[in-house]
């Protein structure tokens, strides 16, 4: 089994960067990690939706990764201190069961001004193994990184 994660704090309230994590319209405006993502339509993203997520190595290389809404749960006025979107990895390698994983993105409200963010994947499967980890967490640094700096500039203006 492999894990990547990454986590920040970012000086903005949880609305903003929900906001910002659920717009992957504009993720090729700010996202050095997943720089498109395609959908089979448009509107506000739901469980069960499909995504086809097009990422950029460190390297400067590209995958993409087909993966599907399993959990997307806002922040609200009476649990507001909380929110996840979480997906299933898909795929001919995933469905085969040859690696599994499912990456979760959680904000939770520390204030009315300051937010955590947290992502973390856990692969798991026959070939997992071969996954390349390292660069997987690089990718969910710079992710969280350009969220950080999205959700405070647009904060602030």
């Known amino acids: ?5 990454a986590a920040t704090v970012i000086e903005a309230p949880i609305y903003v960067v ?3 994590m659920l717009d992957v319209a504009r993720y090729p405006e700010w996202n050095p990690f997943i720089v498109e993502v395609r959908r089979p339509s448009e509107g506000p993203l739901r469980v069960g939706d499909q995504l086809v997520l097009h990422v950029r190595w460190n390297t400067g290389g590209r995958a993409k990764a087909s993966e599907r809404i399993t959990v997307l749960t806002p922040p609200t006025e009476t649990a507001g201190r909380r929110a996840m979107l979480e997906y299933r990895y898909g795929g001919p390698v995933g469905a085969l069961g040859l690696v599994r994983g499912r990456r ?3 904000v939770v409200r520390l204030d009315d001004r300051l937010t955590t963010y947290t992502t973390t994947e856990r692969l798991h499967g026959p070939l997992a193994a071969l996954a390349p980890l390292g660069r997987v967490r690089d990718g969910f640094e710079r992710h969280a990184e350009a969220l950080k700096v999205r959700s405070e ?5």
């Not at 089994?1 to 994660?5: D, K, P, Q, S, Y």
């Not at 500039?153 to 203006?157: E, S």
């Open 153 to 157: 500039a647009l904060w602030n203006r």
């Open 104 to 106: 979760r993105q959680e």
């Open 18 to 20: 929900w906001e910002v």
């Open 1 to 5: 089994m492999g894990l990547a994660t």
